[in-house]
């Protein structure tokens, strides 16, 4: 028995050592530039501003989800979804403080939602899995915006189908004002000065068409990884920005890629927001990780600069553990984030341009104090699941009460990253691996990037009506994580309500919920 388990032992132990080596070597070597000669040919598509009308004090926006046909690949056609139009959306631009109200109509043939990603608002209005869209629907949310300042997103939120409708060409931004951000000298010509940049990776084949294939995936699953860059659904785009100081609005709008963004000469920018609004003040980087979900606003200064620069992807240098990483990497075939992209090409134009800075003081935000908190709540991600428990649209997994402070601690035992999405709220983060954040997670966020052995603590206050029937959603935001069931559900209600009283009200997914 002893010289079984020896030679076990002996056996496992060459394993690890060929797998470590494997490894060691492939990280010794170079990135993937995987588009490295590719040319900059296409003009950066700027997603129109939808304009609302006024009905009873409303701002009203009509949204039609379509099946269409988009030139993307110069020459050919290739089929996609869209708002609206053929790819992505409008974005809708709207002020804190205003009653917004959105006509959703379908026009596919299948269910489909609308999830307002970030958005403070209703839990039935929210666009989860439970306010489905049937086929020739309308939907009509409506709600008083109450965040601040920001970039939020639009997309489906379909169970089991997000993953492939995002992919498709269904996603759209939500630009939020308010006094501070009118207040600020920032760049803010929508377009010009002010770039929204939604990228995405995608695969073609031979005819030009998405392949999107994800029925040969395990549990255990990196999420579906593209080789071709589009930017606003734009191959190959460029971008023509005045010689001064430029912002871009960045969506990591993939169904499971990380990115590294940077410039091609490593020139340092400021990031002057995150997902739910602007940080108290810049903070410079030379590099930008965002995983799908998470967004970021950046200024870069372009001032006197003549000559063209890039927007790269740079590797995503992963978890240490070699044989983690050597896991993930089998999983992933071909794709994985150990690879450089070329994203967008700038222009720079001269001009007799004022010189301007970027406001040390951005925003004062009221920091949530751990003392506060009433409750702590356990989150354990493994491979495909939350606490050992897939979705069920039918059960109520916390309850929370309206007006509580609470942290939710959420730890990453799997061998993969997982990024962490709450609906309804903007949350703070306490704290990274017990240590203070960085200065650019000091934010309002609504996604945070959990790496493989991570704890992260996020404070939180929920101030949404009660509503026990209607739930709202956590979950990571790999989309075929999502897809697979790694999703959970609470309620916000008031403190009198009774447990036995709250009972989800699962009957509307697939059946729709329409006005």
């Given at each position: 028995?002893?010289?079984?388990?020896?030679?076990?032992?002996?056996f496992?132990?060459?394993?690890?050592?060929?797998?470590?080596?494997?490894?060691?070597?492939?990280?010794?070597?170079?990135?993937?530039?995987?588009?490295?000669?590719?040319?900059f040919?296409?003009?950066?598509?700027?997603?129109?501003?939808?304009?609302?009308?006024?009905?009873?004090?409303?701002?009203?926006?009509d949204?039609?989800?379509?099946?269409?046909?988009?030139?993307?690949?110069?020459?050919?056609?290739?089929?996609?979804?869209?708002?609206?139009?053929?790819?992505?959306?409008?974005t809708?631009?709207i002020?804190?403080?205003?009653?917004?109200?959105?006509?959703?109509?379908?026009?596919?043939?299948?269910?489909?939602?609308?999830?307002?990603?970030?958005?403070?608002?209703?839990?039935?209005?929210?666009?989860?899995?439970?306010?489905?869209?049937?086929?020739g629907?309308?939907?009509?949310?409506?709600w008083?915006?109450?965040n601040?300042?920001?970039?939020?997103?639009?997309h489906?939120?379909?169970?089991?189908?997000?993953?492939?409708?995002?992919?498709?060409?269904?996603?759209?931004?939500?630009?939020?004002?308010?006094?501070?951000?009118?207040?600020?000298?920032?760049p803010?010509?929508?377009?010009?000065?002010?770039?929204?940049?939604?990228?995405?990776?995608?695969?073609?084949?031979?005819?030009?068409?998405?392949?999107?294939?994800?029925?040969?995936?395990?549990?255990?699953?990196?999420?579906?990884?593209?080789?071709?860059?589009?930017?606003?659904?734009?191959?190959?785009?460029?971008?023509?920005?005045?010689?001064?100081?430029?912002?871009?609005?960045?969506?990591?709008?993939?169904?499971?890629r990380?990115?590294?963004?940077?410039?091609?000469?490593?020139?340092?920018?400021?990031?002057?927001?995150?997902?739910?609004?602007?940080?108290?003040?810049?903070?410079?980087?030379?590099?930008?990780?965002?995983s799908?979900?998470?967004?970021?606003?950046?200024?870069?200064?372009?001032?006197?600069?003549?000559?063209?620069?890039?927007?790269?992807?740079?590797p995503?240098?992963?978890?240490?553990?070699?044989?983690?990483?050597f896991?993930?990497?089998?999983?992933?075939?071909?794709?994985?984030?150990?690879?450089?992209?070329?994203?967008?090409?700038?222009?720079?134009?001269?001009?007799?341009?004022?010189?301007?800075?970027?406001?040390?003081?951005?925003n004062?935000?009221?920091?949530?104090?751990?003392?506060?908190?009433?409750?702590?709540?356990?989150?354990?991600?493994?491979?495909?699941?939350?606490?050992?428990?897939?979705?069920?649209?039918?059960?109520?997994?916390?309850?929370?009460?309206?007006?509580?402070?609470?942290?939710?601690?959420?730890?990453?035992?799997?061998?993969?990253?997982?990024?962490?999405?709450?609906?309804?709220?903007q949350?703070?983060?306490?704290?990274?691996n017990?240590?203070?954040?960085?200065?650019?997670?000091?934010?309002?966020?609504?996604?945070?990037?959990?790496?493989?052995?991570?704890?992260?603590?996020?404070?939180?206050?929920?101030?949404?009506?009660?509503?026990?029937?209607?739930?709202?959603?956590?979950?990571?935001?790999?989309?075929?994580?999502?897809?697979?069931?790694?999703?959970?559900?609470?309620?916000?209600?008031?403190?009198?309500?009774?447990?036995?009283?709250?009972?989800?009200?699962?009957?509307?997914?697939?059946?729709?919920?329409?006005?």
């Open positions: 028995m002893k010289k079984v388990a020896r030679i076990v032992l002996i496992l132990g060459v394993i690890l050592f060929l797998v470590g080596g494997i490894v060691v070597y492939r990280k010794l070597q170079p990135a993937a530039f995987i588009n490295q000669s590719i040319r040919q296409n003009k950066l598509n700027i997603p129109s501003i939808l304009m609302p009308r006024i009905v009873n004090g409303e701002k009203v926006f949204l039609s989800v379509n099946e269409k046909e988009t030139e993307i690949i110069p020459g050919t056609t290739t089929r996609t979804l869209g708002y609206n139009g053929s790819i992505l959306g409008p809708l631009r002020n804190n403080g205003d009653n917004v109200r959105i006509r959703v109509t379908n026009n596919l043939h299948e269910d489909t939602t609308v999830h307002w990603h970030g958005m403070l608002l209703p839990a039935k209005m929210d666009g989860g899995p439970h306010q489905t869209i049937t086929t629907s309308t939907w009509e949310p409506y008083t915006v109450k601040e300042a920001g970039t939020l997103w639009y489906p939120h379909t169970l089991e189908k997000t993953g492939e409708q995002v992919y498709q060409g269904l996603a759209g931004l939500i630009l939020i004002d308010d006094k501070n951000s009118e207040s600020l000298s920032l803010k010509k929508y377009g010009e000065d002010d770039i929204p940049l939604i990228v995405q990776d995608k695969k073609f084949d031979a005819h030009a068409q998405f392949i999107y294939d994800h029925s040969h995936m395990i549990p255990v699953t990196t999420g579906f990884l593209g080789d071709t860059i589009l930017v606003n659904g734009t191959y190959a785009p460029y971008v023509q920005v005045p010689a001064k100081l430029v912002r871009f609005r960045i969506l990591n709008g993939s169904n499971a990380r990115y590294n963004f940077g410039f091609s000469d490593s020139r340092t920018f400021t990031q002057i927001a995150s997902d739910g609004g602007f940080l108290q003040t810049g903070v410079e980087r030379t590099r930008l990780q965002l799908p979900g998470e967004r970021a606003e950046i200024i870069v200064d372009l001032s006197g600069q003549t000559e063209t620069l890039t927007l790269l992807s740079y995503v240098i992963g978890d240490t553990n070699i044989v983690r990483s896991a993930l990497s089998a999983l992933a075939g071909g794709s994985d984030e150990y690879q450089e992209f070329k994203i967008l090409e700038l222009r720079p134009q001269s001009g007799n341009f004022a010189k301007s800075e970027i406001p040390h003081v951005l004062t935000i009221l920091y949530l104090q751990e003392r506060d908190a009433v409750k702590t709540r356990e989150f354990d991600l493994d491979s495909a699941s939350i606490n050992k428990k897939k979705m069920d649209s039918s059960r109520a997994d916390e309850i929370v009460r309206k007006g509580d402070i609470e942290i939710w601690h959420v730890s990453n035992d799997s061998p993969m990253y997982h990024p962490f999405h709450i609906h309804g709220i949350f703070q983060v306490l704290s990274r017990d240590q203070k954040p960085a200065l650019y997670e000091q934010g309002w966020k609504d996604t945070i990037t959990v790496n493989p052995g991570d704890s992260v603590k996020l404070i939180m206050q929920f101030m949404e009506d009660s509503d026990p029937t209607n739930p709202f959603m956590y979950h990571c935001h790999i989309l075929e994580h999502e897809d697979m069931g790694m999703m959970g559900q609470f309620v916000v209600v008031d403190k009198d309500v009774r447990e036995e009283d709250i009972k989800i009200n699962s009957s509307n997914m697939g059946q729709g919920m329409m006005h």
